[in-house]
């Protein structure tokens, strides 16, 4: 079925088709009896929930707008939480890149050892380093 054709079908319920809009929609539920078998569908399904009564429980009303709330709340909440991330985290993440740096420029030597911190490690206790039980 098509797409458009399946929401032409389902606008016709809901809202005045033009003309041509009509005119379309008429040939096509002439030809595709699949067409016509959802436009039946959705006839049979609005006139059950017509003939239902529209019945809602105790303080429905209340609950709902209560419910609302609590989302804005947390909504708010959420949107602090994340402003106060950015405002701490920009700058921390700048310390921990300048700290970086200063460590690996400070140790007089731009090497890949001097970026792990292995430029202090002298050859002599490397076995002792290795065979060391964290």
Known sequence: MDKNLFK?????????????????????????????????????????LINQPASFGPYFASKVMNKISNLKAEAELSQGIMFAFKRVAIPMLAAAVFLILFSIFSGGSVAFDSFLGLDSLQPQYLSEFLLFNY
Not at 10 to 20: N, P, Y
Not at 21 to 44: C, H, M
């Open 8 to 48: 032409l079908l389902q606008k016709s319920f809901d809202s005045e088709l033009s003309h041509e809009e009509r005119f379309r929609l008429e040939e096509a539920l002439k030809v595709s009896p699949e067409l016509k078998a959802e436009q039946n569908r959705i006839e049979n399904l609005r006139n059950l």
